[in-house]
């Protein structure tokens, strides 16, 4: 299992959590996401035999969002 | 009908945007809903007969932004 913290800039209000943290937890591979709003960053847990970073990344920069 | 521009704050995102003018545009009585989301403002308009103007800056607080 991997840990990663992704700096993501766009995220402003609690629908935004909601949004990211449920698309992202549903990709497969994903253990548990956790969106820090303040500090603009999101917190993830997963398998990298099942899912890429570059995955989870792509899927929040489809959403609107920046992955720093 | 009657026309009102209401200041809203917390308003911060495409999902705010959705949100509100989802929610207040199912209002019976609500004829129309627009969100500026850069200005802070939303236009309603409404047949005052059907629905309150405080109706609709409930329906707004209630989702948790401050209307001014």
Redesign the interface.
Known sequence: MATKTLNVQ?M?????VN?IEGSVGELNGVETVKVHLQDGKVDVTFDSKKVDLKDITENIEEQ?YDVA
Chains 1, 2 share one sequence.
């Not at 402003?12 to 935004?16: E, I, L, M, N, Q």
């Open positions: 766009g402003s209000c609690g629908h935004c949004s609107g």
